[in-house]
C-alpha cells in the first residue's frame, strides 16, 4: 500500500485550515493524511478532528521551533494567518516569515500560502482616494499577505499562492448578515454600489487547496484565486430574500460611511470594498469560479450555500 502523504495544516481549528483538514479526512481512500497544526490540542475543534482521524500536532506561529517540528516529514504545508485575532499587520508578517522558513527548513515538497492582493501596488499610500490606516497601509489584512508573498519564493519554498474570496460565512459569524432597520425591513449593508462581489463558501476553500495539492506541480509558483461565485450586492440580496422567504434589501453606502460604523475593523473592511469596488475587473478577474470548479467539481454557488446554511444566519 502506497504510503499517505502528509498535509501539516496551519490553522486547522479555523476557517480555511479546518476546511482542507475536514476535505482530506473526507474523502474515501485518500492520497493524504492530515496533520492539524492548532496552539491547543484538547480544543473542541481539535478533539472533533482528532476523532475523525486527523493527526494534532500543537504548534504556535510566534513560535518558530514549533513550526519547524510541526512540519518535518510533512509532504505538503497549508499556510494561513489569523489576522482578525490580533489585526496586526507586523505580527501577520511575522507568522508569514516563520512559517515560510519552517516550510525551507523542513524540506516542504509543496507549500499553499493563502494570501491576497497588497493593495499599495494599485493605491499608493499617497494616493487620496482612501486613508492610510496604522501609518503604512491602505487595507491591512490584505497588504501584509501580499508583502509577504517573496518570504516563500525567495528562500526557494515550492509554493502555490491561493487567492481566496469574500466568505459567504461573514453573513453568519461576523456580522455582516442582514439588520433589521427601523421600518422593520431588512438590509445587508456593503459600499460595493453596483459591482460584484468574488464570495466563497469556507468549506470549498479547502476542497479547492486539496485539489491543488492533488494537481501537485502544476500550480507550484504559480497564483490561483478562488470564488464560488461573483455577486452584485443587489444579486447577493435577491439570494437571500430567496432563500428566508422575507424580503431583504441591498443597502449601498459610501466607503467613508462604512469606516465611519465604529466597529473594529470598520475602517480597514470600509477600504477592503473599495478596493473591490474600485478594481473589480481586477478582483474579480483573478477569481474565475470555473478555475475553482477544476480543482472542486462540488463548487457552491451562494444559492446552494443558502439551501445549507439559511437558518445559520442571525436575524
Not at 164 to 179: A, H, Q, V
Request: proline share 5%; with cysteine.
Amino acid at each position: 500500500m502506497t504510503e499517505k502523504k502528509t498535509i501539516a495544516i496551519v490553522g486547522a481549528a479555523g476557517a480555511q485550515g479546518g476546511g482542507l483538514a475536514r476535505a482530506i479526512l473526507g474523502e474515501v481512500n485518500s492520497d493524504f493524511h492530515a496533520r492539524a497544526l492548532t496552539r491547543n490540542t484538547r480544543s473542541e475543534k481539535a478533539m472533533e478532528l482528532g476523532s475523525l482521524g486527523a493527526e494534532v500536532v500543537a504548534a504556535d506561529l510566534d513560535d518558530e521551533a514549533s513550526l519547524k517540528s510541526a512540519f518535518r516529514g510533512a509532504y505538503g504545508a497549508f499556510c494561513v494567518t489569523p489576522f482578525w485575532e490580533h489585526m496586526s499587520p507586523e505580527k501577520e508578517l511575522a507568522q508569514a516569515g516563520a512559517m515560510a522558513r519552517a516550510a525551507k527548513h523542513a524540506g516542504i515538497t509543496h507549500a499553499i500560502w493563502s494570501t491576497l492582493e497588497d493593495t499599495r501596488r494599485w493605491v499608493p499610500l499617497d494616493d487620496p482616494r482612501m486613508p492610510t490606516l496604522q501609518g503604512k497601509y491602505k487595507v491591512p489584512h490584505f497588504d501584509a499577505k501580499g508583502e509577504a508573498d517573496p518570504f516563500f519564493t525567495e528562500l526557494g519554498v515550492p509554493v502555490t499562492f491561493l487567492l481566496t474570496s469574500f466568505y459567504w460565512e461573514n453573513l453568519i459569524y461576523f456580522g455582516m448578515g442582514p439588520k433589521r432597520g427601523a421600518d422593520g425591513k431588512l438590509a445587508i449593508t456593503f459600499p460595493m454600489g453596483d459591482r460584484k462581489l468574488p464570495g466563497i463558501a469556507v468549506e470549498d476553500i479547502g476542497k479547492c487547496a486539496l485539489g491543488i495539492f492533488k494537481q501537485g506541480d502544476e500550480w507550484i509558483g504559480k497564483t490561483v484565486g478562488i470564488a464560488g461565485e461573483h455577486l452584485t450586492g443587489a444579486g447577493m440580496a435577491g439570494a437571500l430574500t430567496r432563500a428566508l422567504g422575507e424580503e431583504v434589501q441591498f443597502n449601498d453606502v459610501s466607503p467613508e460611511a462604512y469606516r465611519g460604523l465604529g466597529f473594529p475593523g470598520a475602517d480597514d473592511l470600509g477600504n477592503m470594498f473599495q478596493f473591490k469596488r474600485d478594481f473589480e475587473q481586477l478582483f474579480c478577474g483573478a477569481r474565475d469560479p470555473e478555475v475553482g470548479r477544476k480543482l472542486n467539481p462540488l463548487l457552491q454557488t451562494f444559492d446552494m450555500w443558502l439551501a445549507q446554511n439559511k437558518s445559520r444566519i442571525p436575524l
